[in-house]
């Protein structure tokens, strides 16, 4: 059944003014949206796409199980991302991507995992499920936060934790909880001097960053599809690396199962993985061969993708960054540096995501109904909404408990400016 999809939309966005372009996006007029770290604002093209293709599906008498490997979509994904449709998985979001690069790992009662403590709770709880299974040791190292923070420092916490038995290394491309963007090249290189495997929990990745995957040297990265690349709900980007490159990662492929997978041969193995840059296997498809599945995401997933493409990826990503820039610095005039949990002077660690304490009594920044009470007020009296987070700090007894505020290219500075500004009389008020 093909499907051929056009609407009448600006396809000038490569110069449209951030306004024109805000307009794309279905936002509700009446509300502050800082928080894309949990949800990106759904381009009405992406709706449009999704409910189209839901209702050609509908009641319908083609096959669905050729189209569920979205051999198409993920062909036009994938060189977004610098990666061939061997490599890429569209699933059904990035928690789902990580359970499955961990199930589909060979680890035994001999190996090491190594990963932080700021990691998202999927992170942490499939490696846990990996240990209480098969006995694999997690070694947690906890980040430096706060405006200080260099790239040396958090390659230097992963260098002193690892060990003849570190199998695998784990963290996220930028960190959900300070904010802190990550120096992936660099710790995938100490990784490769160990010969040791690399996962990203790469959920705030896709839509933000114009990255190219195979040359950041990963060998896997689970991403979100409905965070920074405004895709619908449920769709996620799941990359496995299936070709040696030496030049971005010369370690050979590791051994990897494809868990939740309908075309795992009924008998016998798979086809030898390969240990050039030509594949010996689509280990796309084997990820991907899952039975049924949504055409209708998938398809709103690539026309998101598409139009992040006509405004310009690295465009995108500049403009995010800014607003991020902006929104730190403001918290800096209104909160103080010292009140920052994200890092500040190192620009290679910037993410549009900023974690702060927004009360004055140090004490408070471990009062988690406190800050509970602040995001609550913010959402119900002014429609501001941003979220809190929860994160141990080296050397602290106490888990800290930060304000977070998340910009992407529909924002602009005069919202950020209200937003702080409010955020400050309410944190004013409440101390």
């Given at each position: 059944m ?20 805000r ?5 509700d007029?009446?509300?502050t949206h800082l928080?894309t ?14 409910e ?35 490599e ?26 190594l ?47 690892l ?7 784990a963290?996220?491309a930028?960190?959900?909880f ?11 290189d ?7 495997i ?6 705030l ?6 990255v ?5 040297g ?45 075309w795992?041969?009924l008998?016998g ?14 280990m ?15 398809a ?11 405004i ?20 800096v005039?209104?909160?103080?540096e ?18 702060f ?8 920044a ?18 501001i909404?941003i ?13 800290h408990?930060?304000?977070?505020v ?15 500004e ?5 944190a004013?008020e409440?101390?």
């Amino acid at each position: 059944m093909a499907l051929s999809i056009d609407f009448d939309v600006d396809t000038d966005l490569a110069s449209a003014s951030w306004e024109r372009i805000r307009d794309i996006f279905a936002l509700d007029p009446t509300t502050t949206h800082l928080n894309t770290g949990t949800i990106g604002a759904i381009p009405h093209e992406v709706a449009e796409t999704y409910e189209q293709v839901t209702r050609e599906w509908a009641g319908g008498l083609a096959n669905i199980y050729p189209p569920s490997l979205y051999p198409d979509y993920r062909a036009r994904i994938a060189p977004d991302f610098g990666v061939d449709q061997d490599e890429l998985v569209i699933c059904h979001n990035a928690t789902e991507g990580i359970s499955r690069i961990i199930a589909g790992l060979d680890l035994g009662p001999d190996d090491a995992v190594l990963t932080t403590s700021h990691e998202c709770f999927s992170v942490l709880s499939n490696f846990n499920l990996a240990h209480n299974r098969f006995g694999v040791r997690v070694d947690l190292v906890t980040l430096p936060s706060g405006p200080d923070v260099t790239a040396e420092q958090v390659v230097a916490t992963f260098e002193a934790a690892l060990t003849p038995r570190t199998k695998v290394m784990a963290f996220a491309a930028t960190t959900l909880f300070t904010g802190t963007r990550m120096p992936i090249r660099a710790l995938c290189d100490l990784a490769q001097r160990h010969g040791v495997i690399t996962i990203a929990d790469g959920a705030l990745l896709p839509g933000v960053l114009d990255v190219n995957l195979r040359e950041l040297g990963l060998d896997f990265l689970a991403g979100s599809g409905s965070k920074f690349q405004c895709g619908p709900l449920g769709t996620g980007l799941l990359y496995v690396r299936n070709k040696v490159f030496p030049e971005h990662n010369p370690l050979p492929l590791p051994r990897f199962w494809p868990v939740v997978s309908t075309w795992y041969p009924l008998v016998g193995d798979m086809p030898k993985r390969t240990t050039t840059s030509v594949e010996t296997c689509n280990m796309g498809d084997y990820l991907q061969s899952a039975g049924s599945a949504s055409i209708a995401r998938a398809a709103a997933l690539a026309k998101a993708c598409e139009v992040w493409n006509r405004i310009g990826r690295r465009r995108i990503e500049e403009r995010a960054l800014e607003l991020g820039w902006y929104a730190k610095r403001r918290v800096v005039q209104l909160f103080g540096e010292s009140a920052l949990y994200s890092p500040l002077h190192d620009a290679r660690l910037h993410a549009p995501l900023v974690a702060f304490k927004p009360f004055r009594a140090p004490e408070d920044a471990w009062n988690i109904n406190k800050i509970m009470r602040f995001v609550d007020r913010l959402e119900s009296e002014h429609r501001i909404w941003i979220r809190w987070v929860e994160f141990d700090v080296p050397g602290s007894p106490h888990m800290h408990y930060a304000a977070r505020v998340c910009t992407h290219l529909f924002n602009h500075h005069d919202e950020i400016d209200r937003a702080l500004e409010v955020m400050a009389r309410l944190a004013d008020e409440m101390s």
